[in-house]
């Protein structure tokens, strides 16, 4: 509790509500060419393969709220087969890196960071990120097409519900491992510092938990403000719920790299005592 209140309160240090901001606006920006780019490699090697960007439209779809199941709907119709020329793909690749550049220049500033990454290295690393996403999309998604062999467990065993090994992996173990995997990777990797894997781990742990909780507290906020909402913004109101979870999730992993931080530099406490004596 004191590491989660104190990533609260240096969330608030670091001028967290502006990073939160900055993400959200270069999410809006970035988010349909970085699909448009990562379909497109997919394209490249699987083809047509309808199943998969089904699958990988699903996958995004777990991060968001309910609430904001009407941006969604449209967003996820890019998530499919589509033939994108070299030009499109360079076109895509660069407005998706401003995505990870914002990213880097926040959590950056948050562990204080004094070096600054070369363009280079930069680019580079966000081109590791993207495939390293994409290999973790295939994995987990051999791991989806065993799931109907895990199914005949059910005639063996009378009390488990068919279709209840589905439910519980695709609903809700997945989309949690799936996420933690990429927000542990990132804790590990925007950063210019060497950052610890047990401190990634449990930010990352603490940050998964948060968005997943933070998923149903903001659908059911919306229930009771969606009449409000539409009284002031109409037809934006699906606009406006979508950025303000955007707003909130980036807000989350903020305070997630703040936990980082601060579990780092108590590391670092505990071992210059340790050499001084």
């Given at each position: 509790?004191?590491?989660?209140?104190?990533?609260?309160?240096?969330?608030?240090?670091?001028?967290?509500?502006?990073?939160?901001?900055?993400?959200?606006c270069f999410f809006i920006m970035s988010i349909l060419p970085f699909f448009l780019f990562v379909v497109g490699i997919f394209g490249h090697f699987l083809g047509e393969y309808q199943a998969f960007f089904d699958f990988f439209a699903a996958r995004v779809a777990d991060f968001f709220p309910k609430a904001t199941h009407e941006v969604m709907a449209e967003i996820q119709k890019t998530i499919s087969y589509q033939q994108v020329g070299f030009f499109s793909l360079v076109l895509y690749a660069y407005f998706s890196?401003?995505?990870?550049?914002?990213?880097?220049?926040?959590?950056?500033?948050?562990?204080?960071?004094?070096?600054?990454?070369?363009?280079?290295?930069?680019?580079?690393?966000?081109?590791?990120?993207?495939?390293?996403?994409?290999?973790?999309?295939?994995?987990?998604?051999?791991?989806?097409?065993?799931?109907?062999?895990?199914?005949?467990?059910?005639?063996?065993?009378?009390?488990?519900?068919?279709?209840?090994?589905?439910?519980?992996?695709?609903?809700?173990?997945?989309?949690?491992?799936?996420?933690?995997?990429?927000?542990?990777?990132?804790?590990?990797?925007?950063?210019?510092?060497?950052?610890?894997?047990?401190?990634?781990?449990?930010?990352?742990?603490?940050?998964?938990?948060?968005?997943?909780?933070?998923?149903?507290?903001?659908?059911?906020?919306?229930?009771?403000?969606?009449?409000?909402?539409?009284?002031?913004?109409?037809?934006?109101?699906?606009?406006?719920?979508?950025?303000?979870?955007?707003?909130?999730?980036?807000?989350?992993?903020?305070?997630?790299?703040?936990?980082?931080?601060?579990?780092?530099?108590?590391?670092?406490?505990?071992?210059?005592?340790?050499?001084?004596?």
């Amino acid at each position: 509790m004191v590491i989660l209140w104190r990533g609260f309160i240096d969330f608030f240090k670091h001028d967290g509500p502006i990073l939160a901001g900055s993400i959200t606006c270069f999410f809006i920006m970035s988010i349909l060419p970085f699909f448009l780019f990562v379909v497109g490699i997919f394209g490249h090697f699987l083809g047509e393969y309808q199943a998969f960007f089904d699958f990988f439209a699903a996958r995004v779809a777990d991060f968001f709220p309910k609430a904001t199941h009407e941006v969604m709907a449209e967003i996820q119709k890019t998530i499919s087969y589509q033939q994108v020329g070299f030009f499109s793909l360079v076109l895509y690749a660069y407005f998706s890196y401003q995505l990870y550049f914002t990213f880097e220049r926040a959590v950056n500033i948050i562990f204080e960071s004094k070096r600054k990454r070369s363009l280079l290295k930069s680019t580079l690393l966000s081109f590791l990120l993207t495939f390293s996403m994409i290999i973790l999309l295939f994995v987990f998604f051999g791991f989806r097409v065993m799931l109907p062999f895990l199914e005949t467990l059910a005639q063996y065993l009378p009390w488990l519900e068919r279709g209840l090994i589905t439910r519980l992996i695709m609903g809700f173990l997945l989309p949690m491992v799936f996420w933690f995997l990429i927000t542990t990777t990132l804790f590990m990797v925007l950063p210019e510092k060497t950052i610890k894997l047990d401190s990634a781990l449990i930010g990352a742990l603490i940050t998964t938990f948060l968005l997943e909780a933070g998923k149903y507290l903001f659908t059911y906020y919306a229930m009771f403000k969606v009449s409000q909402l539409g009284m002031i913004y109409g037809s934006l109101t699906a606009v406006i719920l979508f950025l303000l979870w955007v707003f909130f999730a980036a807000s989350v992993f903020l305070m997630g790299a703040e936990m980082v931080q601060n579990l780092e530099s108590a590391r670092k406490e505990r071992v210059l005592p340790a050499r001084s004596n």
